[in-house]
């Protein structure tokens, strides 16, 4: 059993997946006090995903894609600018997911849901695909 979980827990997939959750959770919280406090349902999303971007870039050069980080210089510049574009990719696809979900009528909490799910699997390929192929790392 021990085996399993730590075979589970090597799985790059499921490391995105957490730092993903990490990321979410800044997302999310910053996302309610944002709501809370009045802010336009899609201005908070905006908001909040940026703070989320930031924590997902901790977190995913640090334990999902260590190996993969290029060395400090140009290799680095053009990850982080990858990563970025990538992040606001997600951040449109949020944006506009909540945008058009509130001036549908549809509570914006439910909309932020139905965007996370979107943006996670657009992020995902393009971080595993794109920003952090062995390549750019070399």
Do not use: C
């Not at 999303?45 to 894609?65: C, D, E, K, Q, T």
Request: net charge positive; hydrophobic share 60%; aromatic share 8%.
């Amino acid at each position: 059993m021990v085996a399993i979980i730590a075979r589970v827990a090597d799985l790059r997939l499921v490391r995105y997946l957490l730092a993903s959750v990490g990321a979410l959770a800044v997302d999310m919280a910053a996302f309610l006090a944002l709501l809370a406090l009045g802010a336009w349902p899609a201005a908070a999303s905006a908001a909040s995903y940026g703070a989320g971007i930031a924590a997902h870039w901790l977190m995913s050069s640090r334990a999902v894609f260590a190996d993969t980080v290029a060395e400090a210089g140009g290799a680095r510049t053009r990850q982080k600018v990858l990563f970025v574009g990538s992040a606001l990719l997600g951040l449109g696809l949020t944006t506009g997911i909540v945008f058009a979900g509130h001036n549908a009528g549809m509570d914006p909490r439910l909309a932020k849901m139905g965007a996370i799910v979107i943006s996670f699997v657009a992020t995902w390929l393009l971080r595993s695909k794109l920003v952090f192929r062995r390549e750019l790392a070399e």
